[in-house]
């Protein structure tokens, strides 16, 4: 592969990771304004849905600290 195709093909990858992070972002919202969703979680405070949504980034934050040494590991 070129390493201009290389190039490109990394910043289309990482443009279409950050567009899916602010998509799960957005659906989570959505989620939690559901009826559904309240009612199976018993309505949980505002201190429990945050604590869901803290989950949600934190999962990507502790992803992200293992990405780069699998990229490495793995090419």
């Not at 070129?2 to 190039?7: E, I």
């Not at 799960?24 to 959505?30: K, N």
């Not at 559904?36 to 949504?53: A, E």
Request: charged letters at 15%; aromatic letters at 14%; one cysteine or more.
């Amino acid at each position: 592969m070129s390493r201009n195709r290389q190039t490109y093909m990394v910043g289309s990858v990482s443009a279409l990771g950050g567009f899916l992070f602010g998509y799960d972002t957005g659906v989570m919202s959505s989620i939690l304004e559901m009826d559904y969703w309240k009612d199976y979680f018993h309505k949980p405070s505002s201190t429990g849905v945050g604590v869901i949504v803290a989950m949600l980034t934190a999962g990507c934050f502790v992803g992200s600290l293992f990405a780069g040494w699998l990229a490495d590991r793995l090419s």
